[in-house]
């Protein structure tokens, strides 16, 4: 209780420290304008007019049926990727041999570009939803697998032996031993997992789809359209923002200082 | 005895380059705005000089007022920061002496003409080389330098004055310099703030039996630096553009960042970390303001200017004024009301003035009451204060020496 109360007290401080984010963005914000005043509008339009576009967008309803098309496919694949990453990634970690073997395997996967996955998804599902979800899968399982593993290998051994010596119950050890630590790794990975695939499911739709937020990137591409293909990036990336900010760091931050004060505990 | 000639070496107004020159900030801040209010209200005439009453107004509030603050604050701060010995009373009353000229030259060269606006350029540049000169070795003795921005900031301010002056010369408008001069004072007073919230935010929370560890920290306060320097350069070289406004968001966000080193809690609201934090408040505001104007395309670049001007710099002042003030005359803190409402008003003063930009409300009464507000401050602060820098020390500290501790 005393602990939630803490956190929450915590979060006006967390939203205002927001303020430093805001600052970096009106820069870059700046710099856009002072671009679009050297290049001109078919090049570069000055961020007024494509927030203008974007909130035309949002106005017309245009927006939301696209980035939910989209959203879909990128929650489908992230949920895919997480639950059988983590899984595996757990598996793999208990036992070293397992261990040994999965490396070289994800370093394939992560070696192999996206996009080389994504022709192969094209052959194999068409222009069906299956093609940015199975992109979307492959490219953040071998980043979610690595996490659980790093979290299962380096449980601190002599707890372990503790909790046995002190014949723990099960219960116990698997909620106040094992999953804290392990969800201070894993948790980290699925929010990396998630800016991946929300960008990896744009660039799939683009090629492959006839809806969703990267096909109404390449009509507006088709179109010569700056100021509206602007308007898409930037619904997509204050989407990731805002989910990523105010949902996902707070409690990265929370998770992160338990580890944090692990690490602490072990030095001292 | 006592020195009654005031001009003498040793009458008290001496004993510190604060004293001379905090009357003379309180004694112009009441004197000019009053003539800014009697031209505006009855058409008084004001000095004619090159560009206009309004470049008037700026430059005496800047060049004048402000630079008179600046350097009373630099004569008695610095020597503290660096712990090097007090700025002797000669330089003082020399420096003194040329911020009365740089006044007299200024309001004269509209009628005399260019060789008097030249020689006004001169004497205001002189008194600004000269804090420089006396200045300059203390903070550069410092192995750590941790005081060096301040010597920069006066190098710039001697920049933007020879700036003025030439634009002046050559018959252009020299406004810009003058909008330059207000960014300028902006990081000038993020730069005094940190130094003095130290003291100030530390007793409080001392006082409330937490302990003080309030610290300054450079990161968020240079990002606020470097954002208030891009919106002035901006401002400069492509005024009333929205590359601009974008600046002025991100310096107001900057500054809303600022701000939370100062969320220590209760003592936060105490009266004096609070009329300190104010003054973020308002600069927030006011680059906020000027911000959304530009970036918008509507009106109230003026109304910002003017929370930054009124609000920022006339708040800030004042409270240099109630505290090194008080500090280096050897007295403990004034704690009656008389302070905080000053703040207040000062405050109410800045938000009515920036308050006439809204359409359809009654501006000339908008304006009179924020000049009176203003007037009435300053007036309030001599009628406490005046006494107190002009008299002798009676605590048996000599000089700029703060507040002597009787057990020591």
């Known amino acids: ?268 | 005895m006592l020195n009654r000639n005031p001009a003498a070496l040793a009458h008290p107004l001496w004993l510190c380059g604060f004293r001379p020159f905090f009357l003379a900030t309180a004694l112009s801040a009441a004197g000019l705005i009053a003539l800014w209010g009697a031209f505006l209200g009855h058409g008084l005439p004001l000095p004619p000089v090159a560009g206009g009453p309004f470049v008037w107004h700026a430059h005496e509030l800047i060049f004048g007022f402000s630079l008179a603050a600046v350097a009373g604050f630099a004569l008695t701060a610095i020597p503290e920061f660096t712990g090097t010995a007090s700025v002797p009373a000669r330089p003082v009353r020399m420096l003194f002496a040329l911020w009365l000229a740089g006044r007299a030259g200024f309001w004269l060269s509209g009628g005399i003409g260019a060789p008097a606006l030249a020689v006004a350029g001169l004497i205001h540049l002189g008194l600004v080389a000269g804090l420089v000169a006396l200045l300059a070795p203390r903070l550069l003795a410092d192995l750590e330098r941790r005081h060096l921005s301040f010597l920069w900031a006066l190098v710039a301010f001697a920049v933007l004055i020879a700036g003025f002056y030439a634009d002046a010369l050559a018959g252009a408008s020299p406004a810009r310099w003058l909008h330059a001069a207000v960014g300028l004072l902006m990081i000038l007073v993020v730069l005094a703030m940190s130094r003095i919230s130290m003291r100030i935010v530390n007793a409080a929370l001392d006082e409330r039996g937490e302990s003080p560890d309030y610290r300054a920290r450079p990161p968020k306060r240079n990002l606020a630096i470097v954002c208030i320097a891009a919106y002035t350069a901006a401002e400069f070289l492509a005024p009333g553009e929205r590359i601009g406004g974008w600046l002025a968001l991100a310096a107001a966000a900057a500054l809303c960042h600022l701000q939370s080193d100062w969320h220590v809690g209760r003592a936060l609201f105490r009266r004096w970390p609070l009329m300190l934090f104010a003054v973020y408040v308002l600069m927030a505001a006011g680059y906020g303001l000027i911000g959304f104007a530009l970036v918008s395309g509507s009106d109230g670049v003026s109304a910002g200017r003017h929370l930054l001007t009124v609000g920022a710099i006339g708040l800030s002042i004042y409270m240099v004024l109630n505290i090194a003030g008080r500090m280096h005359c050897g007295r403990e803190l004034d704690e009656r009301l008389w302070v905080p409402l000053g703040a207040a008003a000062l405050f109410a003063a800045a938000v009515v003035r920036a308050a006439t930009a809204l359409p359809g409300v009654p501006a000339n009464l908008l304006l009179a009451l924020s000049s009176l507000l203003w007037i009435g401050v300053f007036a309030l602060w001599l009628w406490h204060m005046a006494p107190l820098l002009a008299g002798p020390r009676t605590d048996g500290g000599t000089g700029c020496q703060g507040i002597v501790d009787k057990a020591g």
């Open chain 1, 1 to 268: 209780m005393t602990l939630l109360r803490a956190w929450l007290a915590g979060i006006p401080a967390y939203l205002w420290s927001g303020w430093g984010a805001v600052a970096s963005l009106c820069l870059l914000l700046a710099a856009w304008e002072g671009a679009s005043a050297v290049y001109g509008a078919l090049v570069l339009p000055d961020p007024g007019t494509v927030f203008a576009t974007l909130a035309g967008l949002v106005d017309s309803g245009a927006a939301w049926p696209e980035l939910a098309v989209t959203a879909r496919r990128a929650a489908t694949g992230l949920l895919l990727a997480i639950a059988a990453g983590s899984t595996l990634g757990m598996l793999a970690g208990i036992s070293l041999t397992a261990s040994m073997m999965s490396r070289p395997l994800v370093t394939v996967l992560l070696g192999t570009p996206p996009i080389a996955w994504l022709v192969l998804a094209m052959l194999w599902f068409g222009a069906s939803d299956g093609t940015p979800v199975f992109t979307v899968f492959i490219a953040c399982f071998p980043v979610i697998f690595v996490g659980a593993l790093q979290g299962t290998r380096t449980l601190d051994g002599q707890l372990k032996e503790m909790a046995t010596v002190f014949r723990l119950p099960v219960r116990m050890k698997l909620f106040d031993l094992y999953l804290p630590h392990v969800v201070s790794y894993l948790f980290p990975a699925w929010i990396t997992a998630l800016g991946t695939s929300w960008k990896v499911v744009v660039m799939a739709e683009l090629l492959s789809s006839a809806d969703g937020v990267g096909a109404a990137l390449a009509v507006s591409r088709s179109h010569l359209d700056t100021a509206a293909t602007l308007a898409w990036i930037a619904a997509v990336v204050v989407t990731l923002l805002a989910v990523e900010y105010l949902l996902l760091e707070p409690v990265k931050r929370e998770l992160e200082g338990w580890r944090r004060q692990e690490r602490e505990g072990s030095a001292a």
